[in-house]
């Protein structure tokens, strides 16, 4: 089933900056973002993140697309989404990436946040 046929269930909207590199101090530098439709969902879910730790996600995102998102893209929450300002809330950490198949190949993606 195509994901557009989920459309309907993804109410929210986040933007996702692919990393391009680092400077001389460590400072990430990313591309242009795009917006990708999408459903947020607060649940606690036990993930192994990117340095190989097992960590907590407290928050989980399924886009409505099978974008190839890597841990150290960078994602902007809408404000009104999470009722906050804070740069920890609007661009949380991503811990790890599922990308998920369905009988025809992969269907979407599911992020989850730190």
């Known amino acids: 089933m195509p994901i557009s046929r989920w459309f309907d269930m993804l109410p929210q909207t986040v933007e996702i900056a692919p990393f391009a590199s680092r400077n001389d101090f460590g400072e990430a530098s990313y591309g242009a973002s795009v917006a990708y439709k999408c459903r947020i969902a607060g ?47 609007v661009n949380p950490k991503i811990l790890a990436v599922s990308h998920v198949p369905d009988q025809s190949g992969l269907h979407h993606t599911k992020l989850f946040m730190g």
């Open 43 to 89: 649940r606690t879910e036990n993930v192994i993140d990117y340095d190989r730790q097992q960590v907590t996600s407290g928050q989980q995102i399924y886009l409505g697309s099978n974008a190839k998102v890597s841990a150290l893209d960078q994602i902007t929450l809408s404000t009104g989404d999470v009722a906050s300002t804070g740069s920890g809330v």
